[in-house]
């Protein structure tokens, strides 16, 4: 007899990485275009839980309109004897997993940036209640993860009362990152590595060192170290650092061996601390991009919640895309927010003095961690839009990214048309585009992730043609 009898869809690991396009979807939870969205683990005592019980505050799934965006928090409380409060990032990243096993249910992020998907297929099979998800994740926990032995989950769709527990989230979410500060990659020697989104990314494996997070955002190097004690055969495991190979870039030769085996020999080599060159791969889980300007020869940071286009034009989506999928792309590294306040933080790629914009948002939350003397010099939307808007704002602040720059002399700006060779840095490509048209030949043809490298970048100042 199936576990999943009173289920009225499939479930199983064959529906991991199911994509839910918008004109497949019944309904949506959660997403870039609707603030308030969590998903939360606490430990309890046995007393304060009925095992079992499914509770939903607010409209549920066969009450809302067809093609329709929700709110959504969902919050797992759990009791048992080897149960400590340490576990609950851990216990809370497997949400994910176990939703995605249900046919018909797209489950994407993390924490605050949570997105759900219902196709209307399933919808139509009878699963119309968010009842179905709560019993599905019940036996998948207990049956998973024995030593929950007591567990009751609530959804809140609500648009008003999810505002609350919302706000208690972010505070809980952010008292665990700061528990998990101070610990120095090099006074450890096992690293771990997680697998949880290679249904998305094949060739993804994420490494969590103390100084690096997951790039969802959602597992410190502590929560990996319990995970691997609790769920020894499970997606997160140890991995043995061997020796260091490169300690700016960040190279390690048991990263490097765990890399190939876990991704059947794809990659090879990675660098934790770099953009370029070999930089860490991404799965599409990860809450901000830190991209490449060549015009600056800078680099650009935006999250996923950020809704306009980015300073160089391209949104989140572009850039996202431009790095998921377990890809190696140099100048695109999907991170996590709570990277950016590590010190190794794009350490070989010149750290914080190589960073020139951010959304306002972002700057907010780490401008703690951001070198005070560099601060007031990163420009966000505020004071950029555009790449000359941006470079003016660099100059103006004497952002040390200028001193990189390769100046035209002064004499070019007078004369018709003048030439001047840039050299460009070593490992950098000149551009890296998602997509990059050609016309030749009657042909259109399109490049896609087109990496275009040189030695030499030629400048042309061209003065216009004088009337009369």
């Not at 895309?321 to 350490?347: C, V």
Request: aromatic share 8%; hydrophobic share 35%.
């Amino acid at each position: 007899m199936s576990m999943f009898e009173d289920i009225p869809v499939e479930v199983g690991v064959i529906y991991e990485g199911e994509r839910i396009r918008r004109k497949e979807m019944q309904v949506e939870f959660g997403g870039p275009n609707i603030e308030h969205k969590f998903e939360l683990v606490r430990v309890k005592s046995p007393d304060e839980i009925e095992d079992g019980k499914i509770t939903i505050i607010g409209p549920d799934i066969k009450d809302m309109p067809e093609g329709s965006s929700h709110p959504l928090g969902i919050l797992v409380e759990v009791a048992g004897a080897q149960l400590e409060s340490e576990l609950e990032g851990v216990i809370e990243r497997r949400i994910h997993e176990y939703c995605n096993f249900i046919e018909g249910i797209m489950h994407l992020n993390q924490r605050y940036d949570i997105w759900l998907r219902l196709s209307k297929k399933s919808y139509q099979k009878g699963l119309n209640s968010l009842v179905y998800i709560g019993k599905v994740l019940h036996k998948l926990f207990k049956s998973e993860l024995p030593i929950i032995e007591k567990i009751q989950i609530t959804f809140i769709t609500d648009t008003e009362r999810v505002k609350e527990p919302w706000k208690e989230a972010l505070e809980i979410y952010e008292a665990r990152d700061a528990r998990a500060r101070g610990l120095k990659d090099e006074e450890v020697d096992t690293f771990y590595g997680c697998t949880l989104c290679q249904s998305f990314a094949p060739t993804h494996v994420c490494i969590i060192t103390p100084q690096r997070y997951s790039n969802c955002g959602a597992i410190s190097w502590f929560d990996g170290r319990a995970s691997a004690r609790i769920d020894p055969k499970g997606p997160v495991f140890a991995i043995e650092k061997g020796e260091l190979l490169d300690p700016v870039k960040g190279e390690y030769s048991g990263v490097n061996e765990m890399a190939k085996q876990k991704t059947l020999g794809e990659v090879t080599r990675v660098w934790l601390y770099s953009a370029f060159g070999h930089p860490h791969t991404s799965c599409g889980c990860f809450e901000g991009v830190a991209f490449y300007i060549p015009e600056v020869d800078g680099f650009g940071v935006v999250h996923r919640g950020y809704r306009e286009p980015t300073v160089n034009g391209l949104p989140f989506s572009t850039l996202a895309d431009s790095t998921a999928g377990g890809r190696q792309i140099d100048g695109f590294h999907g991170i996590s927010i709570e990277y950016m306040r590590s010190p190794k933080f794009l350490q070989a790629d010149g750290g914080w003095n190589r960073v020139v914009w951010m959304p306002f948002e972002v700057k907010e939350r780490v401008k703690d961690f951001i070198p005070k003397e560099i601060v007031d010099k990163i420009a966000t939307e505020k004071e950029a839009n555009t790449i000359e808007e941006l470079k003016k704002f660099l100059q103006e602040k004497g952002h040390p990214i200028v001193e990189r720059w390769k100046t035209l002399p002064a004499e070019a700006k007078a004369i018709a048309v003048e030439e001047e060779a840039v050299e460009m840095p070593a490992e950098a490509p000149v551009a890296t585009l998602p997509t990059l048209p050609i016309t030749a030949g009657g042909f259109k043809i399109i490049l896609k992730d087109a990496k275009i490298y040189a030695k030499k970048v030629i400048i042309r100042i061209e003065k216009p043609e004088k009337k009369g």
